[in-house]
């Protein structure tokens, strides 16, 4: 009877696609039968009845594995090679499969699993069992669980309405173990930008493509000031297989000035040696002279753009407007964004990485008042990493009216981890004290979080800092600079400039602050004075509080001293309070003070009104303000009026535009997007297998895209996914999911890619989706008097090729006899079981190979009963 509940099951298997309810059918059939068995049993007192079965054994800290097991007297027993292979125990059976010796996770732990003797010998140990310790079959030897338990120290049950077998160990398994180091070489091969990949795709270089566009409008009516328009339009392109970015700047009181515009072509192939990066146009460069002009010109390094390991962070603080949004570029990479609080402070730790480092700071206002200003830092600590050499050889034409001639050589050499030497000349033709002027530079690691950087330029200056930070946060900076008597390359008059600056946080439960005193020196021919700062900017509880005081003073003079306080209140209906004041010590009267309410409305918008009162001039102010983040663009509207007869009206408007002729996309959005690259997947039903989109191959929806950074955008008209806001020339890993396909036949070939972006462009990706084959039968004995065959678990089925030498795929018979495999191409295959190991274990096979067909279909082709019937060698001799 239970025969025919198992033969039933094996029919029904093939179109049970979800292994749940294939579960779920087990525990019906498995049910069923013990009703009408143990009905048998009763009648004929058979005993000892078996039922083989497939459990989920669930491993703690591994996972989850279908295995082979077996239910006999209401107890489990399991297969066990299928519980030690899964969590990487040694073990090795003998060629009948009556016996399996290794060790268990130390090799002094050997264990004899002895199924004639009725015995398992472990650490010396022997235990003896009766007839309820094993179940062997023709492939398989299966265990009884509760001594799986006891003897080698697992804890566990079974689960019979889930049909499923939990099992932990107080000692790390192997397989966690390998798991765990497998993960920590992982994660060192991501921190060096490495990842486990089924295919890189490099960047292409057009000759020419525009990509994206960038625009700003503001208009204002002041009075004073009159009227003032401003446009903004930046534009990204490639050309000539590098990025050209441009922007053009109008003001119209001032007209159309040059030094406003920016233009840049740049090349860049990381890959390379020599010359990694070739600009042309107006140049980032650094400099010891004072520029107050761009410089245009061209710019030539070896130094990467990819964002390299850090060996460290320096906090950088400073203040802006209030409620400005600051980002934060080092190397044209964006890594953190911050807004200015009530105070207009803002607090960065910018990551020291190592090399030339460009760090970038971006503002933006919230009314567009200023739609971007951009500040250039310099980070006065570069190291290199042991015996690397970098170079920067930059030169041009300062526009500052002058045509004044620039150049200047950088290169740095890494010594050790810890020391980084440099040097270089600069050249500025508008310098009066000497044009030529050569400089040496070194970085040291003195201790694991101590820092020191110096460096002299003949007849300029000499600078040294000396930086430290401690675990507690606690972190303090010495800055001293010495110019030389009389030098012009330097706009200052300054003789000595020396900086202490010193901060630390503060926690509780209840708060959390920031602090940092910062006292500024200066010596000039005649005088000195000195500047201080100590400011606290932080939260309590749901409030955040900045209070900041300044002093100032000369010598035999009496110190200015004012103090600036600011809370932001978080009130209800999404509405946010901010009041601050500006104190004058000297006077003992407010000098300034101001009470905004915003609140948020329409999911995308602000609105704010704001009271503001210069006490000192006695003018009040009443501001409204508005601003709306649309899908294409972003608004901003403000208004301003004064008690003495001032206003100001300020409208401005801010946007962004993609094309992608590949794909035929055009796009509008609020993000900026000049120098940005994307990524664009069109999945198409690969029919044929031949990797390429043929006429009459559908594209494909449900595909699924998984990336480290950008934006992913899913279009629901045309099934194309894109990554946008991607940094250029960076190498992204991507991973495509096919969870979402409707059919499971449908699979992906290469599931794990390396992109490199492209500047100004999208990187289309054509993503052939294969329509797999399926085959499935079944492998069982026909033993002495019986008719049908009984399913034999275990047994490897081997599928080649039709010309029988290849190996194509393998898969393994379930414990009722079951096999399948889905993962085949349209073509014509051999289907036959492992001829070794039906040997060892004395079978022979009625039928050797079935030839299959698998036909180009857009649901997936199917083939099925291919039945292998394994004879006993000792039958076939009778």
């Not at 900041?548 to 009496?558: E, G, I, N």
Request: with cysteine; hydrophobic share 35%.
């Amino acid at each position: 009877m239970t025969v025919f509940f198992v033969y039933l099951y094996r029919r029904l298997y093939p179109y049970i696609i979800f292994s749940s309810l294939r579960r779920f059918a087990i525990i019906v059939i498995l049910s069923l039968s013990s009703i009408f068995t143990g009905y048998a049993q009763s009648s004929t007192d058979e005993d000892n009845f078996v039922d083989e079965i497939s459990v989920k054994l669930e491993v703690k800290g591994i996972g989850s594995k279908e295995i082979p097991a077996a239910y006999r007297d209401d107890e489990i027993f399991l297969s066990i090679t299928s519980v030690f292979d899964f969590i990487k125990i040694r073990n090795i059976p003998n060629d009948n499969r009556d016996s399996i010796f290794g060790f268990f996770i130390n090799e002094q732990n050997v264990y004899l699993i002895d199924v004639p003797n009725n015995r398992i010998v472990y650490k010396g140990v022997e235990t003896k069992f009766k007839d309820d310790g094993f179940i062997p079959t023709e492939t398989d030897l299966y265990l009884n669980l509760k001594y799986i338990k006891s003897i080698f120290g697992f804890e566990g049950a079974f689960q019979f309405r889930r049909l499923v077998v939990t099992l932990s160990s107080n000692e790390e398994l192997p397989a966690i173990k390998e798991e765990r180091q497998a993960l920590m070489r992982k994660n060192v091969r991501k921190l060096n930008g490495e990842n486990d990949v089924d295919t890189v795709v490099e960047r292409q270089h057009p000759f020419f493509h525009f990509g994206t566009a960038d625009w700003a409008l503001m208009t204002s009516d002041q009075s004073p000031g009159g009227n003032q328009t401003s446009v903004n339009l930046g534009l990204g392109s490639e050309l000539a297989g590098g990025e050209l970015n441009t922007s053009f700047n109008y003001y119209s009181q001032q007209g159309f000035n040059e030094k406003l515009q920016f233009y840049q072509w740049r090349f860049v192939d990381n890959d390379a040696k020599a010359v990694r990066q070739v600009a042309a146009g107006k140049i980032f460069t650094q400099s010891t002279a004072t520029l107050y002009a761009p410089v245009v010109g061209v710019q030539v390094t070896n130094a990467s753009t990819l964002y390299r390991k850090s060996y460290g962070s320096y906090t950088l603080t400073n203040t802006t407007e209030p409620g400005w949004t600051i980002e934060l570029y080092v190397n044209d990479v964006l890594v953190d964004y911050k807004k200015a609080d009530a105070g207009g402070f803002y607090s960065f730790e910018v990551p020291l990485v190592y090399g030339f480092t460009i760090v970038k700071l971006k503002f933006y206002g919230p009314y567009g008042e200023v739609r971007t200003s951009q500040q250039y830092i310099n980070i006065p600590f570069n190291f290199l990493p042991k015996n690397e050499f970098e170079y920067s050889i930059n030169a041009g034409i300062v526009e500052d009216g002058k045509d004044s001639k620039f150049t200047r050589a950088s290169m740095k050499y890494g010594i050790s981890r810890n020391i980084t030497v440099g040097g270089g000349t600069e050249y500025l033709s508008s310098v009066t004290s000497g044009s030529f002027m050569p400089y040496v530079n070194s970085s040291v690691r003195l201790a694991p979080r101590m820092l020191f950087t110096g460096e002299y330029t003949h007849n300029v200056r000499f600078r040294g800092i000396l930086s430290s930070r401690y675990r507690s946060g606690f972190q303090y900076e010495l800055d001293y600079v010495k110019y030389k008597k009389g030098q012009t390359a330097i706009f200052y008059n300054y003789l000595e400039d020396r900086k202490a600056i010193i901060s630390m946080p503060f926690h509780s439960k209840k708060f959390s602050m920031f602090s940092r005193l910062t006292v500024n020196n200066i010596i000039l021919p005649n005088t000195q004075y000195t500047n201080t700062e100590l400011s606290f900017t932080g939260f309590v509880g749901r409030v955040g509080v900045n209070l900041s005081s300044y002093m100032s003073f000369a010598r035999s003079t009496v110190p200015y001293l004012y103090s600036v306080a600011s809370a932001t209140v978080p009130l209800p209906a999404k509405s946010m309070l901010t009041a601050q004041l500006q104190y004058d010590h000297k006077t003992n009267i407010p000098i300034f003070s101001k009470l905004t309410i915003e609140k948020r409305i329409f999911k995308k918008g602000y609105a704010s009104f704001a009271y503001q009162e210069y006490y000192n001039v006695k003018n009040r102010n009443f501001l409204l303000g508005m601003r709306y983040d649309l899908s294409f663009a972003r608004a901003a509207v403000s208004l301003l009026a004064g008690s003495n007869k001032t206003y100001s009206r300020i409208a401005a408007a801010s946007g962004s535009m993609v094309f992608d002729h590949k794909s035929g996309y055009a796009s509008a959005n609020n993000r900026t997007n000049v120098g940005k690259g994307g990524i664009v997947f069109k999945p198409f039903l690969d029919v044929n297998s031949n990797g390429l989109q043929d006429a009459g191959e559908p594209i494909v929806w449900g595909l699924k895209a998984r990336v480290n950074g950008g934006r992913v955008v899913y279009d629901e008209k045309d099934s194309l996914i894109r990554i946008l806001d991607l940094e250029p020339y960076n190498k992204y890993f991507v991973e495509l999911k096919e969870s979402g396909f409707d059919n499971i036949s449908w699979k992906i070939r290469n599931k794990k890619l390396n992109i490199v972006a492209s500047p100004n462009n999208f990187v289309l990706i054509s993503v052939p989706v294969a329509v797999a084959g399926e085959v499935s039968g079944s492998v069982g004995v026909l033993r002495d008097g019986k008719k049908e065959p009984e399913g034999l678990g275990q047994v490897i089925v081997c599928i080649f090729d039709s010309t029988m030498k290849n190996l194509v795929a393998r898969t393994v018979s379930e414990s009722d006899g079951y096999f399948s495999y889905l993962g085949l191409r349209p073509g014509k295959y051999i289907v036959t079981v492992d001829s070794a190991q039906i040997s060892k274990i004395h079978m022979t096979l009625a039928k050797r190979k079935f030839p299959v067909t698998i036909h180009e279909t857009v649901d997936g082709d199917m083939a099925d009963w291919i039945d292998f019937v394994l004879i006993p060698e000792s039958k076939e001799e009778k």
